[in-house]
């Protein structure tokens, strides 16, 4: 029998089969968690070489952030219906394509069409590659498949700016996009060869195009008015996208409200426990992507340091979430989530209140460092028990689908919070251009993000109050992308918790 022809559900971790699918798997959502922390890196590299403002590299950001969160429920559901593996092979050649594409992008205008390109893939690819796990391993070895999946993603998360600074200095920053080809390579003939073809034999209606359309489409307007303030202030160029963005949102609620099989179900927001820890993440998280996207911009334009200097500086918070982040959830289950969700936001607010210190001049160890690891310590409390928390809130059959939600919801808020963070800021088209400048309005942001951080705790002290429906430990605890909770399918058999 051929490794193709192994059965879904069958396949275990210490065979050959198993160790391909598994590759497959890790390679795919590399890319994807590379892609997110590289990118930013590179940003000041990109404006200078394609003379783009401040809002072009907003939207080099935000372009795949949103086709993303507003396709990423659609794609887990386009690979129950048409096969997981299908469906991911389709992202990860899609995702290359559009990181050939930024490669070679000769303007800003083009590199943000293809970054939104980009995020269509990454809307396919990210979902596919943990619903290969789920699906294709034997339930015994699930477990395992998934921390070693989860723990692999998590090295690729951390090592993600030192690899982004290192191919800006090196090669130059094309490369931060074009080092997904060698990775699709390896990654397609894999798939097709050794990971099993599985289905959702559930998976059943119409899918939801109208209401991914109106939620994207209500996303994109809100960025273009926000990021487009600075330059045009209140003027039909700003006014007209933002009031059209709310009209749109009004609509998309109304539609997912009425549909049969929307992509979104509100009435899953019925239950208070998972509506509160969502209010939660967006704040959380919309200062998350606000902080990432602005640091590597003061560390290169105010400090002067270079790519790999700055890349490698940021590297405190991801190695400690994949260190500590597992423990981390075991003490969140002994003590309450209220505490950890509350704790974890204010030591992420302190993180980024001593980030105000970072200026020209600044030194790494005394000035840089101290804020990275209270940012970390702070994420390390957060994340886990904020994902196991989504996880319990809701009965098991539904665990993967509120996982989604939570993704999107806190992609949604990055992407709002980088087009209007350094609006709130005051920032101009050409601020980093002016290191003086920019580092007066980065300690203002800074402020801002820690405000969020405070609010998003007082939220959960006040609101994280009903006890669990079920103990729950999520199965990617070390998955620690800085930008989005992880995605997680729940408990697969249905188990009240798993030692």
């Not at 991911?88 to 050939?100: E, K, P, Q, R, Y």
């Not at 309450?336 to 980030?355: E, K, N, Q, S, V």
């Not at 990275?372 to 689908?401: E, I, N, Y």
């Amino acid at each position: 029998m051929s490794d193709s022809a192994a059965d879904a559900g069958a396949v275990r971790l210490g065979t050959p089969v198993g160790r391909w699918v598994l590759l497959t798997a890790v390679l795919g959502s590399g890319m994807a968690l590379l892609d997110s922390t590289v990118v930013n890196v590179a940003l000041p590299h990109i404006g200078r070489d394609l003379d783009a403002d401040l809002g072009a590299l907003q939207w080099t950001v935000n372009a795949y952030m949103l086709t993303l969160a507003g396709l990423i429920l659609l794609g887990g559901s386009l690979g129950d219906r048409y096969g997981r593996r299908r469906v991911f092979v389709i992202g990860t050649v899609w995702f290359a394509l559009a990181s050939l594409l930024c490669g070679v992008a000769p303007d800003a205008g083009i590199l943000i069409a293809a970054r939104a390109l980009q995020g269509i893939g990454g809307a396919l690819l990210t979902p596919g590659s943990l619903a290969l796990i789920q699906a294709v391993f034997h339930p015994d070895d699930r477990a395992g498949a998934v921390g070693a999946w989860s723990g692999l993603g998590g090295v690729a998360a951390a090592v993600g700016p030192f690899v982004g600074g290192w191919l800006v200095d090196g090669p130059g920053w094309r490369w931060v996009f074009l080092i997904n080809l060698p990775l699709a390579a390896v990654c397609v003939p894999v798939a097709l060869k050794h990971v099993p073809e599985t289905r959702d034999p559930a998976a059943h209606g119409r899918f939801d195009a109208p209401g991914a359309a109106l939620g994207a489409l209500a996303l994109a307007a809100v960025t273009y008015a926000l990021i487009a303030a600075p330059d045009k202030g209140a003027s039909p160029w700003v006014i007209v996208p933002g009031v059209a963005g709310v009209l749109l949102g009004v609509a998309f609620v109304y539609v997912e409200g009425r549909r049969a099989n929307p992509m979104l179900p509100l009435g899953i927001f019925a239950v208070r426990q998972f509506s509160a820890i969502n209010v939660v993440t967006v704040f959380v998280y919309a200062a998350f992507s606000g902080f990432f996207f602005l640091s590597v911009l003061q560390l290169q334009v105010v400090v002067g340091w270079s790519a790999l200097e700055a890349g490698t500086a940021l590297l405190p918070t991801t190695v400690l979430m994949l260190l500590l982040s597992a423990r981390s959830g075991r003490i969140a289950q002994r003590v309450g989530a209220r505490l950890p969700l509350t704790a974890g936001p204010l030591l992420c607010a302190a993180g980024m209140l001593l980030m105000t210190r970072v200026g020209a001049g600044a030194r790494y160890w005394t000035d840089v460092l101290p804020g990275l690891v209270v940012l970390g310590l702070g994420m390390v409390v957060l994340v886990a028990p904020l994902t196991a928390t989504v996880l319990a809130s809701v009965d098991v059959a539904r665990a993967g689908l509120a996982s989604g939600i939570n993704n999107a919801a806190a992609r949604a808020a990055g992407l709002i919070a980088v087009a209007a963070l350094p609006l709130a800021a005051g920032m101009s088209p050409d601020v980093y251009r002016d290191p003086a400048a920019f580092s007066a309005s980065f300690d203002r942001a800074m402020l801002l993000c820690a405000g969020a951080l405070v609010v998003g705790a007082a939220l959960a002290w006040g609101t994280v109050r009903a006890p669990e429906r079920r103990v729950c430990h999520p199965e990617c605890e070390y998955h620690c992308g800085v930008t989005s909770p992880p995605l997680d399918p729940g408990d697969a058999q249905g188990l009240p918790g798993r030692s």
